[in-house]
């Protein structure tokens, strides 16, 4: 059995784990995110390697490695929301819906301090994954901001 981890109800408001274009000072960050959230704050996502896909990036379950981020807390009342305009973005319809190009899992990350909390966070979806781990490239150290194009701002 994996560490990865799904939830029966899908509107259980977890914090999202973001990796990508979500991140602070990325454009979907700008988009989706500014006004709606409570709190960010930087964390990692455990047994997860990050790639560089078509457009945006994909992180795949792999143990021993990480995906740095940021967990993001939806500010109260904007949870349901979010988390709608989120799944859209990431064109997620579903628990294993064969279009989906990310899967939304429940798993754990890692704050700096050492504590663990749950998050929503978007998995390349099965077919999606294959395909990275198979011919994708792999971004060194997990972190979309360290990805050899150099950071914004």
Known sequence: MTSVER????????????YGTLRPGEVNHDLFLRGRTASEEPAVLPDAAL????????????PGTTVVGELITAAPGAY?????????LEEYGGPGRPGNMYDRI??????????????????????????????GVEIPGGDWFGRGRGRRG
């Open 51 to 62: 790639y560089e896909g078509p457009g945006y990036p994909y992180a795949v379950h792999r």
């Open 106 to 135: 429940a798993r754990p990350a890692l704050r700096p301090d050492g504590t663990t909390v749950r998050a929503w966070v978007y998995l390349a979806a099965p077919l999606v994954a294959r395909d990275l781990r198979e011919s």
């Open 80 to 88: 349901g929301r979010l988390l709608a305009a989120l799944d859209q």
């Open 7 to 18: 939830l029966p109800d899908p509107s259980d408001p977890l914090p999202f784990f973001v």
